[in-house]
């Protein structure tokens, strides 16, 4: 009831948006919904002709589609992790709220758990807009029966769970380290590293390769790359298991999947006694820390004073207002570099 209540606020204040909104806003918000809508059916479009291709693959075509599952869990289970680091160390530690949040008489458990599930929302959204599409492409080219989409929300809620305890707990370690702002701006450069860096990964290791078994020494080579798993014990190769067990019709592996939900629970058991140890004395260094360096650059105003001229004076103040509320905030960046991220790496793929 507690996580609820404090949960309730940032939920009412979203609902209002559209609620008590102006027509513009409205509008706005009805325009995004459709280009959602289209981003879905794109999504949907591609993936469903991706995994008939692989599929369709004389033989090898079930493990083709297992291992693009595979990799696109993988994948995705890694963006969420370096996303929930960045915006829990808003949310636990740079909040404008947090000061009001402190001083109510709720226990740290309580206030933990709303964070939690709040950093959780904030940075998995977008693996419900591009992993619902992608779960349909699979069930419809499987012919899969109730069951494989009944587990989807069990599957999907134990993969955000423990990215979001792993992006809580490293938060709170790096806070620790660093001045928090300082990690998130630095954490904004890693990301764009990182994602050159899986590129480059994946063209080294050239995933095209596995539609052609001409590619390979023998049959037995080729068959040996396809079943090459993921290491068992990360939450990706559990939700792949039991996935594709319900995919194919086979009996459920019920021990992938109480280590996946077990997982996540243990995950969300060590988040909250690292927060607990640690968070003092991270948001006592977070308070000492400066201000983001780059929402104050003077390039930057040079470069919006220029943009801007064009407008009005109230449009030019609300533009730039705008602007440096995103820059300031990197904890909003996370859903676009994630669309971007996953957009680039099915390309690359």
Known sequence: MVVARLLWPRLRGTLNRFVRGDRATRLAIVLLGALFLVFWAGIFGLFGWLVDAFYSVEIFGPLLARKLLEIMLLGLFALLCFSNVITALSTFYISDDLELLLSLPVSRESFHLSRLLET?????????VFGLPVAVAYGLAY???IDFYLLLPVVGSALVLSAA????GTASVLVNVFPARR???????AGVLALGFVLVVL???RPERLVNADDFESVAA??????????VLLPPRQASDVLVAALGGRPMPWLELGMLVTGAIAAMGVSRWLTAWLY???????QQARGARLARAGWLDRVLDIATRPLPAGSRALVVKDVKTFVRD???????????SIILITLAS
Request: hydrophobic fraction near 45%.
């Open 165 to 168: 305890a792993v992006g809580v």
């Open 222 to 231: 080729y068959v040996a790359e396809l079943q090459a798993p993921v290491p």
């Open 183 to 189: 990690v998130r701006e630095g954490l904004v450069l």
């Open 143 to 145: 012919d899969a029966g």
């Open 120 to 128: 959780m929302l904030q940075s998995s959204w977008m693996m419900g």
């Open 280 to 286: 003092d004395a991270g948001r006592a260094r977070t």
């Open 203 to 205: 063209r080294l290791m």
């Open 330 to 340: 990197p904890s909003q960046w996370t859903q676009g570099r994630l669309v971007g």
